[in-house]
């Protein structure tokens, strides 16, 4: 079963920066719509970002927008998220998702199929 993984999360104090890193094993991500979603305690799944099928279009949540960057690195089949300007409400697990499906709902959780485990992004002094 294809599964996504998610890397780079970390503690990190307010106004400081991180660059999440998303991973597929055995499918060409180039070829998806993907997304990154964050989920905080006792809070509901969040879309924070997604891209188009090979780069074309992104959109941004916006509690994140002119913070928050998402690009893909085709050649090593990686969707990244660079986050800058950190707060502490930013404090979540941050997962990645994929979907064949075009450029619609880009940040709705029930529009992707495939999902990483989730990674630890800590905004704290």
């Known amino acids: 079963q294809t599964q996504l993984v998610e890397s780079g999360g970390d503690l990190v104090q307010p106004g400081g920066s991180l660059t999440l890193s998303c991973a597929a094993s055995?499918?060409?991500?180039?070829?998806?719509?993907v997304g990154w979603f964050r989920q905080a305690p006792g809070k509901e799944r969040e879309g924070v970002s997604a891209?188009?099928?090979?780069?074309?279009?992104?959109i941004y949540a916006d509690s994140v927008k002119g913070r928050f960057t998402i690009w893909r690195d085709t050649a090593k089949n990686l969707v990244y998220l660079q986050m800058n300007s950190l707060k502490p409400g930013d404090t979540a697990v941050y997962l990645c998702?994929?979907?064949?499906?075009?450029?619609?709902?880009?940040?709705?959780?029930?529009?992707?199929?495939?999902w990483g485990q989730g990674n630890q992004v800590t905004v704290s002094s």
């Open positions: 891209i188009s099928r090979r780069g074309s279009s992104t």
């Open positions: 055995d499918i060409n991500l180039d070829l998806y719509m």
């Open positions: 998702a994929a979907t064949h499906y075009g450029w619609s709902s880009e940040l709705d959780a029930a529009t992707y199929d495939i």
